[in-house]
């Protein structure tokens, strides 16, 4: 019993970066834009959820002054956004305005990303003197949280609150999601604009602002989740080729997933729990 609980924890865990890239490209693609770039968005966001940290704290230490852990988890959560938007406005500026091939752009971003992170990567590593990793203090704001009382329920406890922020963020973020996308009327316009946009534009719509939205929201999304790899999995470190695959794995569950961010949060621990079975 004690295994299948550990292995189910273990899964939600390993779900959370495959859920926020799932999350994202569904939203990309309910603006009628298939982004293969997730992988390479999500190792921007994976460098930049690092790196914006990790340069905070070498200056709080040189100034004399402790590291704060919550100003270092945002730091991460905005750096790793803004990275993986930036890599989702070039494909959105070729794709939507230059009319670029989609799968010709997203694979490239796909490339561009990846050498991007392993770079910058390897490039803190060899400045650090080995490889950059940050401090305790800093990586505490991303350990499992105890919450008192609801941790301690036998059995349930362990199911459902005793993991990260991020598992819980991701979690809001897809049923929020989800409620977007079909009760509001801006969703029901994204999703009118990517089944036909033709008639979303006589209707009134302004597709063109609508596919922005959503691409650079989507790949901030995306971005987001490869910090997960960078914060998370790896605990602070720098891992060569931390991603590996995850982004890909990531556009498959979106077609597992049926387009749904709700059916995507099961989808993600079915898969993160796939991923990890070996270990048990």
């Known amino acids: 019993m004690n295994t299948?609980?550990?292995?189910?924890?273990?899964?939600?865990?390993?779900?959370?970066?495959?859920?926020?890239?799932t999350l994202g490209e569904i939203l990309t693609e309910k603006s009628g834009n298939i982004n293969l770039g997730v992988e390479g968005m999500m190792f921007m966001g994976a460098i930049a959820g690092l790196s914006v940290p990790y340069f905070y704290e070498q200056l709080?230490?040189?100034?004399?002054?402790s590291p704060s852990g919550a100003a270092g988890a945002l730091m991460a959560l905005a750096a790793s956004f803004a990275a993986g938007a930036l890599g989702a406005l070039i494909y959105g500026f070729l794709t939507i305005t230059l009319h670029a091939d989609q799968n010709v752009t997203g694979l490239t971003l796909t490339i561009f990303g990846t050498g991007l992170g392993n770079f910058f990567g390897e490039y803190l590593g060899y400045q650090a003197g080995g490889y950059a990793a940050l401090g305790e203090e800093l990586k505490s704001a991303f350990h499992n949280l105890s919450i008192p009382g609801l941790s301690q329920i036998p059995v349930l406890g362990k199911l459902l609150f005793q993991y990260n922020w991020m598992v819980y963020f991701a979690v809001i973020l897809a049923l929020?999601?989800?409620?977007?996308?079909?009760?509001?009327?801006?969703?029901?316009?994204?999703?009118?604009?990517?089944?036909?946009?033709?008639?979303?534009?006589?209707?009134?719509?302004?597709?063109?602002?609508?596919?922005?939205?959503?691409?650079?929201?989507?790949?901030?999304?995306?971005?987001?989740?490869?910090?997960?790899?960078?914060?998370?999995?790896?605990?602070?470190?720098?891992?060569?080729?931390?991603?590996?695959?995850?982004?890909?794995?990531?556009?498959?569950?979106?077609?597992?997933?049926?387009?749904?961010?709700?059916?995507?949060?099961?989808?993600?621990?079915?898969?993160?729990?796939?991923?990890?079975?070996?270990?048990?």
Not at 4 to 21: C, D, E, H, K, R
């Open 176 to 280: 929020a999601m989800n409620h977007f996308l079909r009760r509001t009327r801006p969703g029901l316009n994204l999703r009118a604009v990517g089944e036909d946009p033709a008639a979303a534009d006589a209707a009134g719509i302004d597709t063109t602002r609508y596919q922005y939205t959503a691409v650079i929201i989507g790949g901030g999304i995306c971005g987001i989740g490869g910090m997960y790899m960078s914060m998370v999995t790896t605990s602070g470190v720098w891992v060569h080729n931390c991603v590996s695959g995850y982004g890909w794995l990531s556009v498959a569950l979106v077609i597992f997933s049926v387009w749904s961010p709700a059916r995507a949060l099961l989808a993600a621990v079915i898969f993160g729990g796939l991923t990890v079975l070996r270990l048990y």
């Open 4 to 21: 299948l609980l550990n292995l189910a924890a273990a899964a939600v865990l390993a779900g959370t970066p495959l859920l926020l890239g």
């Open 60 to 65: 709080a230490l040189e100034a004399g002054v």
